[in-house]
């Protein structure tokens, strides 16, 4: 039996998770046809599988929002049933596709245990990682939800970490949400080339239904890195997240560098001692 090509996007909600996840569909991934419907915080599509959804939510309705030790919980009862109904339903909506993959914000916070299924399964696992500046993720957050700053800057912080930390060693891709705006055929050929995505579809065709998807309204804020830099309510360690990043981005060899992978733990261990004992559940 021929392995399954996975792709999972990662990253903190605002962030072009949305957009992403119907790029790489364009490309030929199943999502799935249980996906959750458009509304006025995302009139283009959440792109989210709505059984997934709903399953990691009470994931983390029972660990705790912030609780991303799975050490901790990968024996709880509870856990056990909720993660059974996840294998029983990827295997009925995916085990015929060639390739499929699934987006959720949450699933940085869940990565241990998705890595636990996919392990078992004939699997080839991809991670594309979307970042934004932080700056745009808040004000983003705050004008479709009304988000408060101090969670929206924690959640951004966290899922951005987990999501290099977790997929450390792993065939992965970092995308910077105003770098896909400006160009996206140019990233569309990188990540079906990089993950050796084939479709019989020709190019141009792709490409053509990518443009008509893609909008500049898409984007409502867009700040400068000195812009960010002025910023006094967001914290020093957020900025220069961004920035290794944004380098990251820009620089494949460096994103697997051991110099890399020393600065993620770093930014995680920062955040264990910043928001220790400081949970919003």
């Known amino acids: 039996m021929n392995k399954s090509k996975v792709i999972c996007i990662l990253g903190s909600g605002r962030t072009g998770t949305s957009l992403m996840a119907k790029t790489i569909n364009i490309m030929g991934v199943n999502l799935g046809d249980n ?5 006025q915080t995302n009139p283009k599509g959440f792109w989210e599988d709505a059984e997934i959804v709903k399953i990691h939510r ?11 030790y799975a050490s901790k919980w990968e024996n709880d009862p509870v856990v056990i049933e909720r993660k ?5 339903y990827i295997d009925d909506q995916f085990n015929n596709s060639n390739i499929w993959g699934w987006k959720d914000p949450k699933t940085s916070q869940l990565l241990d245990l998705w890595k636990g299924i996919l392990k078992k399964r004939n699997t080839e696992v991809y991670y594309i990682i979307m970042i934004r500046n932080p700056n745009d993720v808040l004000n983003s957050f705050d004008r479709a939800y009304g988000t408060q700053k101090e969670l929206s800057l924690k959640l951004w912080y966290l899922r951005t970490i987990l999501s290099l930390l977790k997929t450390s060693g792993e065939k992965r891709i970092v995308v910077d949400y105003n770098d896909f705006i400006e160009n996206s055929l140019y990233y569309f050929d990188r990540i079906m080339n990089q993950f050796n995505i084939s479709n019989k579809e020709s190019k141009v065709s792709l490409h053509s239904k990518l443009r008509d998807f893609i909008s500049p309204n898409l984007r409502h804020s867009k700040t400068t890195l000195n812009e960010l830099n002025s910023n006094s309510d967001i914290p020093i360690e957020h900025k220069n997240l961004y920035k290794l990043l944004k380098r990251a981005s820009h620089q494949p060899k460096f994103l697997e560098s051991e110099s890399f992978e020393r600065k993620i733990k770093e930014h995680f261990n920062n955040y264990e001692i910043k928001y220790k004992g400081n949970d919003f559940n």
């Open 58 to 68: 009470q994931l983390l309705s029972r660990i705790g929002r912030f609780n991303y």
């Open 84 to 88: 059974n109904e996840l294998i029983n």
């Open 35 to 39: 996906l959750i419907e458009a509304d």
